[in-house]
């Protein structure tokens, strides 16, 4: 294996004029003291330097949340036309825009969105501007048929399940059927009945007679809310109408498909059986075949029959293999038959499979299957091809783990895991790194460096305005230094990933063996916030690339995330367990609880909880992973359950699929951090964190 030079990204503790000013000030913004917010900004104003500028868009943002909307406006005039050019600018267009379209000034709020939409990629947070600037355009005649068009792509793609739902419910309102269509089919995908039947009400009567691709989705979409609503014979008879009727429409194949679901968790499987058939004969490569098959198989084993669920699965894997899922179907199978039937299972999957995610915990099974059966020249040959996988991934490090312990031991790789923290499961790959190298000098006292790192490490939203400025300049400033670790480590991770995927260049298939590769992978592992994590790691004992590795599951390290069952921050603590830490940790302070936005707020509560749940369960990461994310007492009970002490055999019997993920994809996250950084200094370039 070729080496990898890894590049080092200086961690910075930013001293900016007019930062404590600025920070003070957003603090106070937050907690709606906007008197007191605007005195710290103007204080920072004074102060001069790069945040002078993003400080004049705060005091006008904290007048108009204050009802002083005149006094905003003219503060983000001044901003535009008065002050430097800079990302603040596009920040305090957006913002004005918001101000205007609430004063219903929509022509002139308009023309400010149009400047500030089309960003070169489709970041995440940029959804909230995208749904301002739609709302706004529905309520101007003029501009109604761009508002609905941008709702109807963001109900379909919005990374907000919330803010697809919004969307969808706007997009309720358009006298474009298509687009009426499009809000039923956003409502029953979020199990909103009433909403979609509303919809569909509506459009019945305006449906042309000529247009039968129309038709037929109501129909379809019709049958699925009956059923949804409990009108099950109703819903059955109208998804059978919609496909018996409309055969050359996209809509009859997936109606096919919902019926069978129906028919099999009623418990009719003789005329499910009948309708899969028709699935399978009539649409054999659309994805509907393969996801009523996956939908059955697990309607089955809800019902307690095994057998039938895992025929459905093998069904799947032969008759669709393009479908996402077929290789989990045949991996579900390989995991419930005989040996000599599992390998060749195993490698159908490699048959069928090839380039996917599957290849690897094929290979990691057949070689757990081998050494079981005392073969253990076989089982290293199947472990060597798992260790092939993407650098992260669960099951490549498991064999490497296997591989280890089979004999000879392949060559130690820095630290490895640490011996404290028991049954590890997974292990580093054996790289030849250099020593790392340092940031471009020349950067450290530029301007957009020392206020991304400044907004990115308080969390701010200014910082994704930063990067959207430097767009343009990526590929020329990753030619100068590690531009896209350095977005990596300021907490910006998930659009800098998204930079790179637009640019043609995705996540490595293996460890990597070019500068093209390790920029990927540098930007997919950074070391976030690393003087926050890795004081905490010292407080708490933790290991830091296992805070990094939770903090990368849980939320690629965006500071303003929340789960859809209100989970936040970095380390997406629910604030009841954040409030319960406070009171029970003397390190952590009622303040720290009530932001979970705070990067080092968050991850101050993420590393006292995980290391809690370390001492609950004596060390072992794999019980605390668990804890951490599905709850200690379900843990515990799951350990008198499954009665083992290999924990391979425990993460796979974990029955809740979303733990059993989050363990599997933390353990992959530790390993490769453990594999990239095995030299690497405690801290990036000597420096220490703050006391």
Request: hydrophobic share 45%; proline share 6%.
């Amino acid at each position: 294996m070729l080496a990898i030079v890894l590049v080092a990204i200086a961690s910075v503790a930013v001293d900016l004029p007019g930062a404590a000013e600025y920070t003070a000030a957003r603090d106070a913004e937050r907690a709606r003291r906007f008197d007191l917010a605007v005195a710290a900004y103007e204080q920072c104003v004074e102060a001069g330097g790069p945040l002078a500028a993003y400080a004049g868009v705060g005091i006008a943002r904290c007048r108009a949340a204050a009802s002083d909307r005149a006094g905003a406006e003219k503060r983000y005039r001044a901003v535009l036309d008065d002050g430097p050019a800079g990302p603040w600018q596009r920040m305090a267009r957006a913002e004005l825009a918001a101000l205007l379209a609430r004063s219903k000034r929509r022509a002139e709020a308009h023309a400010l969105y149009n400047e500030v939409i089309g960003p070169p990629v489709a970041l995440w947070w940029f959804d909230d501007v995208r749904w301002a600037a739609a709302a706004n355009a529905v309520a101007e005649p003029d501009y109604r048929d761009e508002g609905y068009a941008t709702f109807a792509a963001l109900a379909e793609s919005a990374w907000s399940r919330w803010k697809r739902l919004d969307a969808a419910k706007h997009l309720a309102r358009s006298p474009d059927p298509d687009h009426r269509l499009a809000a039923a089919d956003a409502f029953l995908i979020t199990d909103d009945y009433r909403d979609a039947a509303k919809v569909l009400a509506w459009l019945l009567p305006t449906l042309l007679a000529d247009d039968a691709d129309r038709q037929a989705r109501w129909q379809f979409l019709q049958g699925r809310c009956q059923l949804g609503v409990g009108q099950v014979n109703q819903g059955r008879d109208r998804l059978r109408y919609t496909a018996e009727q409309y055969p050359g429409t996209e809509w009859a194949a997936p109606a096919l498909a919902h019926l069978a679901r129906s028919l099999y968790r009623g418990g009719k499987h003789t005329e499910g059986a009948a309708v899969l058939d028709a699935l399978l004969s009539g649409y054999p490569e659309s994805e509907a075949a393969g996801d009523a098959l996956w939908w059955v198989a697990g309607c089955l084993k809800d019902q307690e029959r095994p057998d039938d669920a895992l025929a459905m699965y093998r069904r799947l894997g032969d008759a669709c293999p393009g479908h996402a899922r077929g290789g989990a179907a045949l991996l579900a199978v390989a995991a419930a038959e005989e040996p000599a039937e599992a390998l060749k299972t195993c490698a159908r999957i490699l048959e069928l499979y090839p380039g996917t995610e599957f290849p690897a915990e094929a290979t990691c099974r057949s070689g757990a299957i081998h050494e079981a059966l005392g073969e253990p020249a076989e089982a290293i040959k199947d472990y060597e091809a798992a260790a092939q996988g993407p650098i992260g991934d669960y099951h490549a490090h498991r064999a490497l783990a296997r591989l280890h312990a089979l004999g000879p031991a392949p060559a130690e790789n820095g630290k490895g895991i640490p011996a404290g923290l028991a049954h590890p499961v997974v292990r580093p790959a054996a790289l030849d790194i250099p020593p790392v190298a340092v940031a471009p000098a020349s950067w450290l006292e530029q301007d957009w460096y020392r206020r991304l790192r400044f907004f990115g490490g308080l969390g701010f939203e200014e910082a994704e305005w930063e990067l959207l400025d430097l767009a343009g300049r990526l590929d020329a400033l990753a030619e100068e230094g590690p531009i896209y670790q350095v977005l990596g480590e300021a907490g910006l991770a998930a659009s800098a990933a998204d930079f790179l995927a637009a640019s043609g260049a995705g996540p490595a298939d293996g460890p990597g063996e070019d500068a093209e590769a390790i920029t990927r992978l540098r930007a997919l592992y950074p070391r976030a916030y690393w003087l926050d994590i890795s004081a905490l790691a010292r407080e708490t004992g933790l290991d830091p690339y296992l805070l990094l590795a939770v903090g990368r599951q849980e939320s690629t390290f965006r500071a303003r995330v929340a789960s859809h069952v209100g989970a936040a921050g970095v380390m997406q603590l629910m604030p009841a367990t954040a409030a319960w830490l406070a009171k029970i940790e003397d390190a952590i302070e009622p303040a720290h609880a009530r932001d979970l936005e705070r990067p080092a707020h968050s991850i101050r509560l993420g590393a006292y909880y995980l290391m809690r749940m370390l001492e609950r369960f004596d060390g072992n990461v794999v019980y605390a992973l668990a804890a951490y994310n599905g709850g200690p007492g379900n843990v515990s009970k799951w350990r008198r359950r499954y009665r083992t002490d290999d924990m391979a055999a425990f993460i796979d019997a974990i029955p809740f699929r979303e733990t059993r993920g989050f363990v599997r994809n933390v353990l992959g996250n530790y390993a490769a951090y453990r594999s990239l950084y095995p030299d690497a200094p405690a801290q990036p370039n000597g420096l220490e964190p703050p006391d």
